[in-house]
């Protein structure tokens, strides 16, 4: 009886380690399959938290463009008495202030024309367009005031595939004195006068640029006077063709000598515009352009420059003037 308790408690010994044996075994393969399935899932993440982090750096860098202009061709919108090839950035208001003194052949007698009696004119631009802008002007000489427009119809590229920068310029002008037996307005467009003008441009280097510019002028109201048979003739043709060449040569980064030189290409009847030669100094900061020189051009509006300019370089008779302009960018 003994040996059969013995044997039997042996039997429940041996039942109860298989027991333990097969639990222990269940319970590795479950950890095992627990850590594989946890490993496998944080390797799905970190695959899918990188791809959203590649596709989310793609989207925060975009795409760098050059721009292929060529830049600062001139300083600014003036050369003296020309327009430049320039149209100023969109948003931008410009406050110009232009004057010019007397002739200075009469000596000390006026200062060499600083006490002469001076035209001066007062411009306001503004660029509401990319390359397109819209300005007014008023000026003392016959009270004259003018709206003008400014487009740039091409610009040089750095690669050369454009070669040049090609701008047009135009204004309208009217003459707002009262009327009198000095100036009879009838009808009132005799008050009104114009010019156009395609400003051909080229940077050839860092330092020297160089523009043409063949111009248009034209007044509806031309003097004239009587010959001996009664014939009412003309002094001026209503129409008059002229070309301008401006330049400018940078010395520092703030300094350029700039000139100009302005030939008639018509005839008047009653007198022959003298050409235009003149040239100065140019000092350019952030936000201003100042510009001084010597020149025979005393109006401030193209197309009287063009049609009437009486003064001759070669005998004395040229001035002293300056440009101030200012800029502000909105």
Request: charge should be positive.
């Amino acid at each position: 009886m003994k040996k059969h308790l013995t044997y039997s408690s042996s039997i429940k010994g041996i039942l109860k380690a298989c027991v333990l044996i097969v639990l222990s075994c269940s319970l590795c393969t479950l950890m095992a399959q627990d850590s594989t399935a946890t490993a496998h899932g944080a390797k799905k993440k970190g695959t899918a938290t990188k791809t959203v982090g590649q596709k989310d750096t793609a989207a925060a860098t975009p795409a760098f463009k050059k721009n292929p202009y060529v830049k600062n061709t001139f300083e600014g919108n003036y050369i003296i008495d020309n327009q430049t090839v320039m149209v100023p950035i969109k948003g931008t208001f410009e406050f110009v202030i232009q004057h010019r003194f007397g002739t200075v052949n009469n000596g000390f007698s006026d200062l060499f024309g600083l006490f002469f009696g001076a035209n001066i004119m007062f411009s306001f631009n503004y660029v509401p367009l990319n390359n397109l802008q819209l300005g007014f002007a008023v000026t003392n000489e016959n009270m004259m005031v003018d709206w003008n427009l400014k487009y740039a119809l091409l610009k040089q590229t750095k690669d050369g595939s454009v070669p040049v920068s090609i701008t047009y310029y135009g204004n309208v002008a009217m003459d707002t004195r009262k009327k009198d037996s000095t100036n009879l307005f009838s009808p009132t467009a005799d008050r009104f006068s114009y010019y156009s003008e395609i400003i051909i441009a080229r940077k050839f280097s860092d330092k020297f640029s160089l523009q043409v510019s063949p111009n248009l002028s034209a007044v509806n109201n031309s003097a004239g006077y009587v010959d001996v048979n009664g014939n009412q003739d003309p002094k001026w043709n209503g129409v008059h063709f002229a070309v301008a060449v401006s330049g400018r040569y940078k010395i520092s980064d703030g300094s350029a000598i700039i000139a100009n030189y302005d030939q008639p290409l018509a005839q008047q009847p009653g007198n022959i515009p003298r050409p235009y030669i003149s040239f100065g100094l140019e000092f350019k900061t952030s936000g201003h352009d100042f510009e001084v020189f010597f020149g025979n051009y005393s109006s401030l509006l193209p197309q009287n420059n063009n049609l009437y300019n009486p003064n001759d370089f070669a005998k004395g008779q040229f001035l002293i003037g300056f440009n101030i302009s200012r800029l502000w960018n909105f």
